[in-house]
């Protein structure tokens, strides 16, 4: 049984982590300030004695040194708190850098301290533009003129956090490992505009309205099931060497999501036919920076974690469809 702390542990990705590490016996401590955040999402952990939750700022050290005196101590931290959504990226460029860094340079201090491993959840993002695709876990970041456009604030920000944990690695010999989810989804991420493009989408056909494709709709991305995702997570955190060779996983990185791409287009139609519903497909302007392709190459997280995503982009839908739908027209 570890004794494990999440950070952003009641967002998206997080909520769905934390659940699966209480079905699996361990303690776990959640700080989340609730800015994305929902604290329903981990309704059914509440009653749980190996749970607890913090409501706080993931930069404050008193905050993360609480959740250690609750554990007694900790043997891993999964950090993965972060201001995300493309919105927010040009909106408030400034609290997505200060957000970003912040966190992960409390969360880096709290593991060295203690002694523990670290598991950070990055994003392709990190990347920038990637001159190959599949994208390997090797790739060059390369990022646009800051001048144009300031998307990759939130990309930046990954790969700064990236080189903090590759230096501790490297100067401090602790075991920090990195994971890039390529465009997760699931019922629970957020609908609004500040969300993610599958459920914008299907938010858009529960209520009727047209579904917004930016620019040509050719864009693709590799759509990966939360639950395949969060198994990532699990794996990346729990698992002692690579389990091809016996190799020691510090300073390791995962690309993990569904190796196929998708186009936005392709999206919209699919989403339409999942929801029974007709429904307008609208263009409409997209924002500067955003990438054309985003596939990732998942060779070495399935031969050191064994992990590989078994999740349809279809089946997956569908289940998402359920969750929203229901919850806005009952």
Same mark, same amino acid.
């Given at each position: 049984?570890?004794?494990?702390?999440?950070?952003?542990? /009641?967002?998206?990705?997080?909520?769905?982590?934390?659940?699966?590490?209480? /079905?699996?016996?361990?303690?776990?401590?959640? +700080?989340?300030?609730?800015?994305?955040?929902?604290?329903?999402?981990? $309704?059914?952990?509440?009653? $749980?004695?190996?749970?607890?939750?913090?409501?706080?700022?993931?930069?404050?050290?008193?905050?993360?040194?609480? /959740?250690?005196?609750? #554990?007694?101590?900790? @043997?891993?931290?999964?950090?993965?708190?972060?201001?995300?959504?493309?919105?927010?990226?040009?909106?408030?460029?400034?609290?997505?850098?200060?957000?970003?860094?912040?966190?992960?340079?409390?969360?880096?201090?709290?593991?060295?301290?203690?002694?523990?491993?670290?598991?950070?959840?990055?994003?392709?993002?990190?990347?920038?533009?990637a001159g190959i695709q599949p994208m390997p876990?090797?790739?060059?970041?390369?990022?646009?003129?800051?001048?144009?456009?300031?998307?990759?604030?939130?990309?930046?920000?990954?790969?700064?956090?990236? +080189?903090?944990?590759?230096?501790?690695?490297?100067?401090?010999? #602790?075991?920090?490992?990195?994971?890039?989810?390529?465009?997760?989804?699931?019922?629970?991420?957020?609908?609004?505009?500040?969300?993610?493009?599958?459920?914008?989408?299907?938010?858009? /056909?529960?209520?009727?309205?047209?579904?917004?494709?930016?620019?040509?709709?050719?864009?693709?991305?590799?759509?990966?099931?939360?639950?395949?995702?969060?198994?990532?997570?699990?794996?990346?955190?729990?698992? @002692?060497?690579?389990?091809?060779?016996?190799?020691?996983?510090?300073?390791?990185?995962?690309?993990?999501?569904?190796?196929?791409?998708?186009?936005?287009?392709?999206?919209? %139609?699919?989403?339409?036919?999942?929801?029974?519903?007709?429904?307008?497909? %609208?263009?409409?302007?997209?924002?500067?920076?955003?990438?054309?392709?985003?596939?990732? @190459?998942?060779?070495?997280?399935?031969?050191?974690?064994?992990?590989?995503?078994?999740?349809?982009?279809e089946a997956g839908l569908r289940s998402t469809?359920?969750?929203?739908?229901?919850?806005?027209?009952?």
């Amino acid at each position: 049984m570890a004794r494990v702390l999440v950070t952003g542990g /009641a967002g998206f990705l997080g909520s769905h982590l934390v659940e699966e590490l209480l /079905a699996r016996s361990h303690r776990v401590v959640v +700080i989340d300030d609730l800015f994305r955040g929902k604290k329903k999402h981990l $309704d059914d952990c509440k009653d $749980d004695p190996a749970y607890h939750f913090i409501k706080g700022d993931c930069a404050n050290m008193k905050v993360l040194n609480a /959740a250690v005196e609750w #554990l007694d101590g900790v @043997d891993l931290v999964y950090h993965l708190a972060a201001v995300n959504g493309t919105r927010w990226f040009h909106e408030r460029a400034d609290m997505v850098i200060d957000v970003n860094i912040n966190t992960t340079l409390a969360a880096l201090r709290l593991a060295e301290q203690h002694a523990c491993r670290l598991v950070f959840a990055s994003s392709p993002e990190a990347i920038g533009e990637a001159g190959i695709q599949p994208m390997p876990v090797s790739s060059k970041s390369v990022f646009d003129d800051a001048a144009q456009h300031q998307r990759h604030s939130y990309g930046a920000s990954k790969y700064l956090g990236e +080189i903090l944990l590759q230096h501790a690695v490297r100067t401090k010999d #602790l075991d920090f490992r990195i994971v890039r989810p390529f465009n997760a989804y699931g019922g629970r991420c957020p609908s609004t505009e500040y969300g993610q493009v599958i459920s914008i989408f299907m938010d858009a /056909a529960a209520c009727g309205k047209p579904l917004k494709v930016h620019g040509d709709g050719k864009q693709t991305r590799s759509f990966t099931w939360v639950g395949d995702i969060t198994e990532a997570f699990l794996l990346a955190g729990l698992t @002692d060497v690579a389990i091809d060779d016996g190799s020691k996983l510090a300073g390791a990185v995962w690309n993990v999501g569904w190796p196929e791409e998708t186009s936005i287009a392709e999206l919209a %139609e699919l989403v339409a036919e999942t929801a029974g519903v007709e429904v307008l497909i %609208e263009p409409s302007k997209g924002y500067f920076g955003d990438s054309q392709r985003r596939c990732p @190459d998942i060779s070495l997280a399935t031969r050191q974690l064994g992990w590989q995503p078994w999740t349809t982009l279809e089946a997956g839908l569908r289940s998402t469809w359920f969750v929203i739908n229901n919850r806005i027209n009952g």
